[in-house]
């Protein structure tokens, strides 16, 4: 199992609306508005069921941690909200409630501090190593991997009616500073990025006719995209290109990732036996029923 945090849009995907008990883990129930998970209809059973799995040790991993004394304090869970959402948090802390959005961050927090604990603790009883030839053997194996992509920040202006389309090219050819215009006629409640962003991150979130400008328009050019739902205007304020890391730059990083692969079979056989301690039960049927709309036997099967 993949230890990483789901992706920020992932939350995008949240069924706030659905209710009704799912599974319960260590005999506290857990809805559909608890969790971020993906729409089921997009990704299928088979997806969604590894990220119930993924869900479900995180939980119970966070309540072994809590077991074993470890705690969060308020400031831990409003610091790690804000890094993982930015200026999106209110946003987010309004459509799903800021209770579950603690409660996500503390469960994510303390799983991660408790599988950083138990993988130090492995490593050092099973005197596991990884050597310099280990180490560029990876490199050299997954250079293109690690080659940081290229970025961009930017603001954006977006329309739809005709009369929006004029008054904002007029007030363009008046030299109007772009964030004014940005925020006086843009539909789009954001209207800057605030941070670089790579092509990766942008894609889910823009046209790919806007992704496709933004990287090839020169800074502090205004560019016109007219699409069939709209038109974008686009303001690049910063670009920085791709860079390929060192050897040197990557070893550190490399080593515990190495041992982190090595560590990661104990790692699993520790969630296992978690699990044991602290049972889950998992309502199949429920699941099915509600998230294909049908009845169960007509659901499509899990993979």
């Known amino acids: 199992m993949k230890r990483n945090r789901p992706r920020l849009w992932i939350f995008l995907f949240f069924l706030p609306l659905l209710q009704g008990r799912l599974l319960s883990v260590n005999e506290a129930e857990l ?43 308020d400031q831990q869970v409003n610091d790690f909200l804000q890094q ?12 799903f409630g800021e209770g579950t959005m603690k409660k996500w961050a503390e469960i994510q927090l303390l799983f991660d ?6 993988e130090a603790e492995v490593i050092q009883n099973h005197q596991i190593q990884v050597s310099d030839k280990e180490i560029k053997d990876y490199y050299w194996n997954n250079i293109q991997k690690m080659v940081k992509p290229e970025t961009a920040r930017f603001q954006f202006i977006f329309a739809i009616e005709p009369s929006k389309i004029k ?8 030299g109007t500073e772009f964030s004014v215009i940005a925020q006086n ?45 709209g038109t974008f205007w686009i303001y690049v304020l910063e670009k920085k290109p791709a860079v390929q890391p060192s050897l040197d730059e990557m070893k550190g990083q490399i080593r515990q990732l190495l041992l982190r692969e090595k560590a990661d079979p104990y790692i699993q056989q520790w969630f296992q036996e978690v699990m044991k301690e602290l049972p ?24």
């Open 31 to 73: 809805t559909f508005e608890d969790l971020p998970f993906l729409l089921v209809k997009e990704i299928g059973l088979g997806d969604f069921r590894k990220i119930m799995d993924q869900t479900v040790v995180q939980m119970l991993i966070s309540q072994y941690a809590r077991k074993q004394g470890i705690s969060i304090s």
């Open 84 to 95: 993982m959402m930015g200026e999106k948090l209110n946003d987010f802390s309004a459509l």
């Open 113 to 118: 501090i408790m599988v950083q604990q138990k």
């Open 167 to 174: 008054a904002i090219e007029e007030e363009l050819q008046k």
């Open 185 to 229: 006629y843009s539909r789009a409640q954001e209207w800057d990025t605030v941070r670089p962003i790579s092509r990766e991150q942008l894609s889910p979130l823009f046209p790919q006719e806007v992704v496709e400008k933004v990287f090839s328009t020169p800074e502090k050019q205004v560019e016109k995209i007219a699409i069939k739902m």
């Open 280 to 303: 889950v039960h998992f309502d199949l049927g429920l699941m099915k029923e509600l998230l294909t709309g049908e009845g169960i036997e007509e659901a499509p099967a899990l993979e």
